[in-house]
């Protein structure tokens, strides 16, 4: 079947260090992934986007891999500071219009 | 630049009872819309897309439906409301060709 898992455990970092969120997918074959950010009782916003021909991406503190042999993604939020406390939602971009969105990972960074 | 407004922003609806969500996009032309689903602690569910006026797909059979009536105008409806309805309701919209989708602020539903 297809999946797309990020750990449902929430993430507890401190402040200034680097934190990794992973996004595993099985059973798809994505044109693109995306990592979007979403605050409690808020929609979900874009953050970053890769293609399945790129291995990484980078954006300001914010970087993305992308490895289609592993079926994973890695984001990595460097300096990371109380703000980026959020949970951060992985998506897969098949064929057509369809996104699948992971359940997200929960990130606190500690002052 | 564009926006994307949703409402209600909270809504307790009793169980059997009807619902309409609306959601409006300015700033853009012929988007591709969205209405998503969002359980506590669980992923975004898509429930229906659209590319275009009177144009829907439907992803999950269920009591719920979607229209389109205007270009940048997307209604979600239910006759008859669950108590498996309640959640956290969201719209977004997509340029043609875009991959990157821009969610509304969502509507949290509660069905009793």
């Known amino acids: 079947s297809q999946k797309i898992e990020q750990n449902s455990e929430a993430l507890n970092i401190q402040e200034g260090k680097t934190a990794t969120l992973t996004c595993n997918y099985t059973n798809y074959s994505p044109a693109y992934l995306q990592w979007y950010r979403q605050d409690p009782g808020r929609g979900p916003v874009f953050l970053l986007l890769i293609r399945e021909n790129e291995k990484e991406k980078r954006k300001e503190r914010l970087k993305v891999t992308f490895d289609t042999t592993l079926k994973q993604s890695l984001f990595h939020i460097t300096a990371s500071q109380p703000a980026d406390s959020a949970t951060y939602l992985c998506a897969l971009v098949t064929g057509g219009f369809k996104t699948i969105f992971g359940a997200g990972t929960r990130l606190f960074v500690k002052a | 630049s564009q926006t994307i407004h949703q409402w209600p922003a909270t809504l307790v609806q009793p169980v059997g009872s009807p619902l309409s969500l609306e959601c409006t996009v300015e700033g853009t032309s012929n988007p591709n819309l969205y209405w998503y689903r969002q359980a506590a602690g669980r992923g975004l569910q898509l429930l229906f897309y659209?590319?275009?006026?009177?144009?829907i797909s439907s992803e999950v059979p269920q009591n719920l439906s979607a229209s389109r009536p205007q270009d940048r105008q997307f209604i979600l409806s239910s006759k008859k409301l669950l108590l498996s309805d309640s959640g956290f309701y969201l719209c977004?919209?997509?340029?043609?060709?875009?991959?990157?989708?821009?969610f509304g602020p969502g509507t949290r539903l509660t069905v009793l």
């Open positions: 659209s590319v275009g006026i009177g144009q």
């Open positions: 977004a919209w997509s340029g043609i060709g875009g991959v990157e989708q821009f």
